[in-house]
């Protein structure tokens, strides 16, 4: 035991330095507060009705609370029988929130490295140089914990990739599983998929060097152990895999169901959307000058040394006015071309992708010096994903990857797939310093190392004395800021035109200052490993000044985007309730929704945290619901469609729009109805045509499919017929109905066959699909229990498998360690 702690003091050491580095930089968690991240916000109000019940210990696997009602499993779900679960919980309780997850990019990374047999402190420093790449930082601060989270375990994946290429198979598979399984269970596909295309090029790869050195038989064999790997892991995540896919047929990122008049496509989303938040190809100058193009959008890196701040001070106005008024006009909807982010990221940007100077001279030192065929991956996945995240802004690989690749039209914000280069780009930069260490004649490398400085060097060197002759400064939408900017100053072309050059000039300010700041690390790394070349540094004394180094680049950008004000009391960080919420909530009744026109339907934060609403936010909304909000809402809320949603209350802004004003509907269909009459249309087209002009209290749309399901039965021929919500779980929805003759009764529920069956009585029932996306059912005359249960096969015969996989993977993890210590004890053959 005790030449165990002596043989690891110093991987020890370095994790209390990784605890420190956590605790700085994230105090304000350690101090009971947490980051006010908007994302954050959305998410809490998607849950507030699941985790609701969840604190009645009762979990639920649908909720009403967002968009009519949809599946909680793509929301939050429990899955207890998934190992990855328990062990994500593990990471989230042991340390306050983000530091857990800060601690598995470091950690991760620092496995990585290892593997690639960098010594302890290289291996530290490049755990540093891919944790604190800006991107990661800015995900924490805007609340993307899940992909965060799914990036951090990048790294361990790959090393446990490598571990069963090189031979390491027991170690390798069970490693693999384990952080695969942990991977997916985090649950953002879009990181595991780009994570994914990475692998492909590493296996086409070593496929290719298999069939050249004549090694195909062990590469086959790794490949086995990994296809093993990837299958335990699957299973580990049979329930979230299998509901997932089984909804997304009819999620938001499924196929159409419209075919006339919509801008929707048939399969995937919408290539516009897709495209938002696509990389500049200019702006891929951030990975070295983070301030290349302006920052983040919106007002904050202004201030009173600012040329247009100079401009309004001309003009008479004060300082805290003008740079008042500058803030304004830069987060002024119209006008964003007048803000220092200048670069292509539509409709905007929270900050750049930088990798840090000194990585970005390593990285082009690795390109030259690294014999490894590894920096033929790396260099072919840092090249494949700068290229994928221009998307819309160099379209011609995108819209193939879009037409031909599966999938990847399910994915928007190209950019994020640079998330990938993060790690590959340190991975070369590290293993140009361990080409260093293992090439016994040190005299060419000085010329290489001299020549990355001439390439990298000279280039910021550019960009400090000559920055225009690469950049512009100005985005596609100055021209018409300048004209919005005119209008807002009454016609003042001048003044305007005055202050659109000011802006360019604060932009070629900011940048300049960052190429000076990137010139200084750059040849201060030059000189450190200059000095290891030359012998006149140890390995040990130039790891710990690269570590150094890099932390101190990476940290002070990093800090302009996360940093202690981003930090708040837990208490302040709730949505406050307004007068009209409070009215609300003063009515009992269980079921029922809000419509609130002062809000964006698709992106409503608010009213899900006190009510059940017409809107909300989530990327997994369902198709048909985002297609009714698309036809009915868009251009005006369709009053009949309100009412057929059971829309109680409806929130308008007042007159002065200074505030809310509350409006009861008297005309609300209420939780279920027995109808007149039901109209039967051709297809999903006609459905939703229908519900321009219908009465839905006495009508129904329906799909002709459905005709002889319900027959010829007339409907509604008992006016005195009732039906009735007694009993409401957002699982289990309870009626009670009677009526002399029967009819149709339609339910004011989100229709989603695939987990919700009715039984009238206690005896399963059918029902069908009507007004676009309700459930409506033959109801027999007499007085009778009506129920709805959702009790999805996915979910439940999914956790049955995720169980027994992961009790597969605990075995397999048992194997891997003590067939490891069993090893030891089994002398050589020789």
Request: proline share 4%; with cysteine; hydrophobic share 45%.
């Amino acid at each position: 035991m005790m030449n165990w702690l002596k043989r690891n003091t110093i991987h020890f050491a370095i994790a209390g330095v990784f605890f420190v580095l956590c605790f700085l930089y994230f105090s304000p968690a350690f101090q009971g507060k947490t980051l006010g991240q908007g994302d954050v916000l959305g998410a809490q109000s998607t849950q507030k009705e699941i985790m609701d019940y969840r604190s009645r210990d009762t979990t639920v696997l649908w909720t009403n609370q967002i968009f009519g009602g949809m599946p909680a499993y793509q929301i939050w779900a429990p899955y207890k029988a998934n190992i990855a679960t328990h062990i994500i919980n593990v990471i989230g309780y042991a340390v306050p929130n983000p530091v857990g997850m800060v601690l598995v990019f470091l950690f991760g990374t620092y496995f990585l490295f290892n593997v690639l047999k960098l010594s302890p402190w290289l291996a530290a420093a490049g755990a540093v140089a891919f944790t604190f790449t800006s991107y990661n930082m800015i995900l924490l601060a805007a609340g993307h914990t899940n992909q965060a989270f799914a990036i951090a375990f990048f790294a361990p994946i790959l090393a446990s990739i490598l571990l069963t290429l090189r031979g390491r198979y027991l170690l390798g598979t069970s490693l693999m599983a384990l952080f695969l399984s942990i991977e997916i269970k985090v649950n953002h596909l879009q990181m595991t998929y780009y994570l994914m295309l990475a692998i492909l090029i590493l296996i086409g790869i070593e496929l290719f060097h298999a069939i050249k050195n004549k090694t195909v038989n062990s590469f086959i064999k790794s490949l086995g152990y990994l296809l093993v790997a990837s299958l335990l892991a699957f299973a580990v995540n049979a329930s979230t895999l299998w509901s997932t896919y089984e909804y997304g047929k009819d999620s938001y990122r499924g196929k159409s169901n419209l075919t006339n008049n919509t801008n929707e496509p048939q399969n995937g989303l919408a290539k516009n959307y897709i495209y938002q938040y696509s990389q500049g190809v200019a702006e891929c100058l951030t990975f070295l000058v983070p301030n290349a193009s302006g920052g983040a959008s919106g007002p904050e890196l202004f201030d009173e040394n600012s040329e247009m701040v100079k401009v309004l001070i001309d003009k008479g106005e004060s300082k805290e006015q003008a740079l008042g008024i500058v803030q304004q006009i830069s987060s002024t909807s119209g006008m964003d071309g007048l803000s220092l982010y200048w670069g292509e990221k539509r409709p905007g940007t929270s900050g750049p992708f930088y990798f840090g100077a000194s990585i970005c001279l390593l990285f082009v030192f690795g390109l030259i010096v690294v014999k490894n065929r590894l920096k033929w991956w790396l260099l072919g996945t840092v090249v494949l994903t700068m290229l994928l995240s221009f998307g819309g802004n160099w379209p011609y690989l995108s819209d193939v990857f879009l037409k031909y690749f599966p999938l990847y039209n399910k994915f928007r914000a190209v950019e994020s797939i640079l998330a990938v280069a993060g790690l590959c780009v340190p991975m070369l930069a590290f293993l140009a310093i361990q080409e260093i260490i293992a090439t016994p004649n040190k005299r060419e490398l000085v010329k290489k190392l001299l020549l990355a400085l001439y390439i990298t060097g000279g280039l910021v060197l550019i960009l400090v004395i000559w920055p225009e002759l690469l950049l512009s400064f100005r985005p596609s939408d100055q021209l018409s800021s300048i004209a919005n900017l005119t209008q807002a100053l009454k016609g003042d072309a001048a003044t305007a035109n005055v202050l659109a050059n000011g802006v360019v000039k604060d932009r070629i300010n900011i940048e300049r200052a960052d190429a000076i700041r990137s010139l200084f690390f750059v040849l201060i790394t030059f000189g450190i490993v200059w000095m290891y070349i030359k012998q006149k540094l140890t390995l040990t004394t130039i790891s710990i000044l690269l570590f150094a180094v890099i932390l101190v680049d990476l940290w002070q950008v990093d800090k302009r985007y996360l940093k202690d004000a981003n930090f708040t009391e837990k208490q302040d960080a709730a949505i406050p309730q307004r007068v009209v919420d409070v009215d609300i909530a003063k009515d009992t009744d269980p079921d029922f929704r809000v419509y609130d026109a002062t809000a964006s339907i698709k992106q409503d934060v608010r009213n899900p945290f006190f009510h059940k609403s017409i809107g909300g936010y989530s990327a997994a909304r369902m198709k048909r619901y985002d297609e009714l909000i698309d036809n009915q809402f868009l251009r005006g809320a369709n009053p009949a469609v309100l009412n057929m949603l059971n829309t109680k209350y409806i929130i308008v802004p007042d007159s002065l729009k200074r505030g809310e004003v509350l409006y009861p509907n008297p005309d609300a269909c209420g939780n279920a109805w027995f109808i007149k009459n039901i109209k039967y249309v051709a297809n999903a087209n006609a459905e939703m045509q229908a519900l321009n002009q219908f009465a839905p209290k006495d009508e129904a749309v329906a799909n002709k499919q459905y005709q002889n399901e319900v027959g010829n039965e007339p409907a509604g021929r008992d006016s005195s017929a009732t039906i009735k919500l007694v009993s409401y779980n957002p699982d289990n929805l309870v009626y009670k109905s009677s009526s002399k003759v029967g009819g149709v009764a339609v339910f004011s529920e989100i229709y989603y066959a695939k987990g919700w069956k009715m039984f009238i009585d206690g005896v399963e029932k059918p029902y069908f699909r009507a007004d676009y996306l309700l459930r409506a059912a033959l109801i027999p005359a007499g007085i009778h229990k009506v129920e709805f249960v959702f009790h999805p096969s996915s979910y439940y015969m999914g956790e049955n498998i995720s169980l027994a996989g992961s009790i597969l993977l605990v075995l397999l993890l048992a194997g891997a360690v003590f067939g490891d210590k069993i090893r030891k004890y089994i002398p050589d053959k020789g």
